[in-house]
């Protein structure tokens, strides 16, 4: 287990370096930031102290040499626009991003892995289908549209939710949340319900799906020939059979989920890490741009790194030390 | 039900093996009523989409018949001149019913040609991956698993941050983050045929490799490649409309189905729902009709799901 664990590591970090490599590269392409961050009545001198002042007179191999030694002791360059370390921006913006995401992968696993039950175990059926086309239609939906949808429904017809910003947050067992203030619940509640509908139709279909290559298998006869109520053959055998491959869908969908947030957070303008992301690549705010594709990229990895060793845990067949079951 | 091409099949009979094979798929296919009324809708859109310049009641494109005190018209209204409004208009003034139309025929091509770029691209590494093996395989699935590893909206979102707006680099950025799809898939299936017995009769009659690879292997490795290509331009769609309403992927010159949403997005506050609330519902048919007719070939062409 330990070497498998280190070898991931090793390879992680490997990928790690060629991400940054390939990003810093890429942005460097993206116009001149000192264009858009002086007014347009500074003059010659005033442009060569930015430039200077900014790192950018260097050769791209330099700057690479010290954006990498200075990622290493984990600062990832200062903001041009907030002209605060951009790691820290980033990381004054995750929680917010987290509690959306948690949020929406929860409603998506409670209401979906149920549904997908119910679909599984009557197939063909009117309720199956109509689950089945529910879920095609939950995935056809364009996020951003949905979005646009709740709030027209919500906020301008209804007036019962508001639509944009985070609301109020307090402290809940020494976290700061949105959970904690009943303002700052109603606010959660639009962007959160946005952002899972994708996911619950995935959720919906992977359960269906796994239920219905479950039910024929022997062991679920054998179940049944023993006389193991059908309730108990659905909670316990089934799902916890069909759970392996779930628990993975969910964690490599957390990365997604927290992508996606992305356009959830400018719709809402939900103050997280999506839509600090899209105003930084509107401002070419370069070291933040940088700066949050290597938080991200070291999220996906760490996320893949726990699936997989989650996946050993409840799996017995893919353990690495093979013991006996 | 598996009507496996037989290494010794004459060419002269496949056509007609060929045909009762469809026919008989398109039976199966349609078992399911949604699904056939899923596959006209499809048809009509792209009809609607490719005779816009002939059916749209407006050139949303021509300023001299776009007047801006038209502007903000609920659906139904009827200018001066005599022109119904049907779906309203918006805040130039241009009929919503024509934009939607130029609109769908915008989105519909970049769909579907980033869709066969990506599959053109993907099935030849994949096909490329499955025959050379060794190295070559590994380090091209190294390429597609990192590719893979990062939701396909945010590299988009990246790419085209670095590249910039246009119709061009959006069809560029949408391949890139959809070629790994197919690649995968092809590989996977590729790997199994190529240890079939036609190949290797292929290859004692000294066929040459390439033509082993697209003229034998290629044909039998089509179910997946359709149902995911079906899937992927819906996706596509789905992801240049969410690219170019966060303002990232076309110009504000062009406007696609999500760049007229994004247009509307600032008058729905004031009620004035229709200017992104139809392109929205064109859109959402647009893709659910395709994904039900992907859904539906997945299951016909899925051979563990037949009876």
Redesign the interface.
């Known amino acids: 287990m330990l070497v498998f664990v280190i070898r991931r590591l090793l390879q992680s970090a490997l990928v790690l370096l060629a991400v940054s490599l390939v990003v810093f590269a890429g942005i460097y392409a993206i116009g001149n930031p000192v264009d858009i961050l002086l007014p347009d009545d500074a003059n010659e001198t005033e442009r060569q102290a930015a430039i200077r002042a900014l790192g950018l007179d260097r050769p791209l191999l330099v700057q690479y040499g010290i954006f990498l030694l200075k990622a290493v002791q984990g600062d990832l360059g200062t903001s041009f626009v907030y002209n605060i370390p951009s790691i820290e921006l980033i990381f004054s913006r995750l929680p917010a991003t987290l509690e959306l995401a948690m949020c929406a992968l929860f409603i998506s696993i409670a209401v979906g892995i149920p549904l997908g039950l119910w679909a599984g175990l009557r197939p063909g059926t009117k309720t199956d289908e109509a689950i089945v086309t529910g879920s095609i239609l939950g995935f056809s939906l364009p996020s951003f549209w949905q979005g646009l949808m709740l709030i027209m429904i919500f906020s301008v017809t209804l007036g019962w939710l508001p639509s944009n910003g985070r609301g109020a947050t307090g402290t809940l067992f020494g976290i700061e949340t949105s959970f904690a203030t009943w303002d700052g619940f109603t606010h959660l509640l639009l962007p959160a319900i946005n952002l899972s509908l994708f996911k619950l139709a995935l959720m919906i279909r992977l359960t269906r799906a796994g239920v219905r290559e479950t039910m024929p298998l022997d062991f679920i006869k054998f179940a049944r020939a023993k006389g193991v109520s059908e309730t108990r053959i659905v909670l316990a055998h089934v799902l916890k059979y069909i759970l392996v491959p779930i628990i993975t869908v969910i964690g490599m969908e957390l990365g997604a989920v927290i992508a996606f947030a992305t356009v959830t957070e400018t719709i809402f303008a939900w103050p997280g890490m999506g839509k600090l992301i899209i105003d930084s690549i509107n401002k070419l705010d370069r070291p933040v741009i940088v700066a949050y594709l290597m938080v991200v990229t070291l999220m996906f990895i760490v996320i893949n790194l726990v699936v997989d060793i989650l996946y050993a845990l409840l799996d017995p067949r893919v353990r690495i030390k093979g013991q006996t079951v | 039900m598996n009507s496996e091409i037989s290494p010794t099949a004459p060419t002269a009979s496949s056509s007609t093996v060929d045909e009762s094979r469809l026919r008989m798929l398109w039976r199966e296919y349609a078992e399911r009523r ?1 699904a056939v009324v899923a596959l006209i809708v499809c048809v009509v859109l792209l009809a609607a989409a490719i005779l816009a310049p002939i059916i749209a009641p407006q050139n949303p494109y021509d300023l001299s018949v776009i007047d801006i005190f038209d502007s903000r018209l609920p659906p139904g209204s009827v200018n001066p001149a005599g022109f119904t409004y049907w779906l309203g208009t918006d805040g130039q003034g241009r009929d919503m019913l024509s934009a939607m139309i130029y609109g769908l025929r915008l989105s519909l091509f970049v769909g579907v040609l980033s869709g066969l770029l990506a599959i053109s691209a993907g099935v030849t590494v994949g096909l490329i991956a499955a025959y050379a093996g060794g190295a070559v395989d590994a380090l091209l699935m190294r390429v597609v698993d ?1 590719m893979l ?3 396909a ?2 590299v988009a ?2 790419l085209l ?2 590249l910039g707006q246009g119709v061009d680099k959006v069809i560029f950025a949408l391949v890139m983050v959809q070629w790994a799809y197919f690649a995968r898939a092809v590989r996977g299936t590729a790997m199994i045929e190529r240890n079939k017995e036609y190949v290797e009769a292929a290859i004692s009659l000294g066929l040459s490799r390439p033509r082993i690879v697209f003229g034998h292997i290629l044909p039998n490795c089509m179910p997946p490649i359709i149902v995911i290509g079906t899937m992927q331009i ?1 996706h596509a769609i ?1 992801t240049e ?2 690219l170019s ?4 992927g076309l110009p504000i010159t062009e406007p696609s189905l ?1 760049l007229l ?1 994004a247009n ?2 600032s008058f ?2 004031s ?1 004035l ?1 229709w200017i ?2 139809f392109p ?1 519902l064109l ?2 048919v647009t ?2 009709s395709i ?2 007719v992907g ?1 539906r070939l997945r299951d016909v062409l899925n051979p563990r799901l037949q009876k």
């Not at chain 2, 309403?245 to 990232?248: K, P, V, W, Y």
């Open positions: 949604g990192f590893g990062f939701p909206i945010l979102l990246i941050a670095v819906a789905s409309a969410t309403f966060l303002g990232l999500g949403i509307g997005f729905l506050l009620g729902y992104s609330v929205g859109l959402l893709i659910f994904n039900i859904d």
